[in-house]
């Protein structure tokens, strides 16, 4: 048998390759896998789903015990399938219902486990037994609807008759009737504006439903924010602490210099006043020095003695 080190590389890559990419494929289809994925599948039948779809939850008195793995349209009823954790057993007579998780429409899949005996895999909970969704945008349009069709004069007429029949009643029922009476004038008189509030209450509801998943993935980054700050609470705590420690020792160690920085700092101000007035014969020495020290390199290049020569005039 050959030594690892002597195989062929290249089929150790490629066999190494195709191991990772077999674990990748595992992990990301673990839940279809007969062990860690173990739990039983099952239907249901609804008239009307509102905004449930794949990967929302399945929840039993609460509680997350599995996922809604798909949605379709079956004839005139949507067709529901849902897989539950391992271990959850329902009734014969269990039923279904579309939940609202928040304010914002966001939904999930409740199951209510019923009757005695044992749910068969696979099977469907029929349209008898499932309850559509509460749809919020739909509530408001009917109530803005209903609101518009009474007739306020006559409702505010009917009060103030009752008013006027318990005119004989004892002082605290006449007050509770004044109170009624009060309100439905004001209702009467603010018409309109009731009106055109429930409008504007109804296209909020709306806008809000219709950004539902970037609220949603709003409030789940904002936990995933906190969250982390939270398991780094210790860390900032001990950063601030460091902090000021480090601008206490600054601090002191200002005041401890201070006497001696202010003759060197006097001193430099001195210097940096001279310089400044013979700015003008720096500059020029500065402009003067190349030219010298290029002849004195000249002089000094050719070995290791100082070069020069006199000129000397004569006649010929």
Not at 128 to 138: F, L
Request: cysteine-free; proline content about 4%; hydrophobic content about 40%.
């Amino acid at each position: 048998m050959k030594p690892f080190r002597e195989r062929n590389p290249v089929v150790i890559g490629l066999i190494g390759f195709a191991v990772i990419l077999l674990l990748m494929l595992g992990a990301f289809r673990a839940d279809k896998l007969p062990i860690i994925g173990a739990g039983d599948v099952y239907h249901a039948d609804f008239a009307e789903i509102g905004a449930l779809k794949k990967g929302n939850e399945v929840r039993i008195a609460g509680v997350p015990v599995g996922k809604v793995q798909g949605v379709s349209l079956d004839g005139d009823k949507v067709d529901v399938k849902f897989k539950l954790d391992k271990g959850v057993k329902l009734g014969r007579d269990t039923g279904a219902s579309v939940g609202i998780r928040t304010l914002l429409g966001a939904t999930y899949l409740a199951v209510e486990p019923s009757g005695s005996g044992t749910l068969k895999k696979g099977s469907t909970i029929p349209l008898s037994r499932t309850t559509p969704p509460y749809d919020v945008v739909d509530a408001f349009s009917d109530l803005s609807v209903t609101t518009d069709a009474l007739d306020v004069d006559q409702i505010s007429k009917a009060l103030n008759t009752l008013s006027d029949v318990a005119a004989k009643t004892p002082r605290e029922f006449k007050g509770a009737i004044k109170g009624v009476s009060d309100l439905s004038r004001n209702l009467a008189d603010r018409d309109e504006q009731i009106d055109t509030l429930l409008q504007n209450l109804k296209k909020v509801t709306g806008v809000l439903n219709a950004r539902n998943d970037q609220l949603e993935a709003l409030f789940k980054d904002s936990a995933v924010l906190f969250q982390a700050v939270s398991s780094r609470r210790d860390a900032i705590h001990q950063l601030l602490v460091s902090t000021q420690q480090i601008s206490t020792e600054l601090s002191a160690l200002v005041k401890d210099t201070r006497a001696d920085l202010k003759p060197a700092l006097t001193q430099l101000d001195t210097v940096t006043t001279m310089l400044r007035k013979n700015e003008a014969s720096l500059d020029e020495s500065l402009r003067v020095l190349p030219g010298f020290f290029r002849v004195f390199s000249n002089a000094l290049g050719v070995g290791p003695w100082f070069e020069t020569y006199v000129k000397i005039g004569g006649g010929g």
